[in-house]
């Protein structure tokens, strides 16, 4: 999703939305957000999970010294002790180990996810240990640039929604997936605004 497509998207989801509307001028649109496809992002997925940004961000570094080129052989020829001296936990060397092996066995393929549609693309993720559907929608957004998924997941749209549209109380994700239905099939753009409305970001 680039500049263009998150401004058609936005201004598109604005024509049905009114609380959209009113908050687009002051907080404007949301930059891009890209990533590469296959297995290095399927790492800093699992590097990512309940982890501030920068937190993340200072493990990855470490994890590319470790790993120049990060494939599911070079995953695999380092021990637990080398994966968890970067910063990576007991529970996480498993999810990268686990993942590492089903591409070696063929049971797991980042390259055949573009094929699928979005339901089995996420089907397919969430089928490896250590992946939720946060997980697979993240990747499904930002890797495979899918223009219409909502990770109701996600604490922190949750509470951007809560207070766009003056709820009482953050909706459980059930709910949220109801109110920003209509935002379809844009959903993924609704998502980015969300996230930038969260962080107060400026126009």
């Not at 590097?47 to 070079?74: D, Y």
């Not at 970067?86 to 993942?99: A, E, F, P, R, T």
């Not at 089903?102 to 094929?115: V, Y």
């Not at 709820?167 to 753009?189: E, F, G, M, N």
Request: some cysteine; overall charge negative; aromatic content about 8%.
């Amino acid at each position: 999703m680039d500049e263009k497509i998150i401004k058609q998207g936005l201004d598109a989801i604005a024509l049905v939305d009114k609380d959209v509307a009113k908050a687009l001028p002051v907080f404007g649109y949301p930059p891009p957000r890209i990533r590469p496809v296959g297995i290095e992002t399927f790492f800093s997925i699992v590097v990512g999970q309940q982890l501030s940004t920068h937190a993340a961000a200072a493990i990855m570094l470490r994890a590319n010294e470790l790993l120049p080129e990060i494939t599911a052989q070079a995953i695999l020829t380092k021990t637990d002790e080398e994966l968890r001296g970067v910063g990576l936990s007991k529970q996480k060397v498993i999810y990268v180990k686990g993942m590492a092996e089903a591409i070696l066995n063929k049971q797991f393929d980042p390259d055949a996810l573009s094929e699928l549609d979005d339901t089995s693309a996420i089907q397919t993720i969430t089928a490896l240990k250590g992946f939720g559907s946060w997980s697979a929608e993240i990747y499904c957004m930002f890797s495979l640039q899918r223009q219409d998924i909502f990770p109701s997941g996600d604490l922190a749209l949750l509470i951007a929604l809560q207070t766009l549209k003056g709820l009482d109380d953050k909706p459980t994700p059930k709910a949220a997936q109801a109110i920003i239905q209509h935002w379809s099939p844009w959903r993924s753009v609704g998502s980015l605004f969300l996230w930038h409305y969260y962080h107060g970001a400026p126009t």
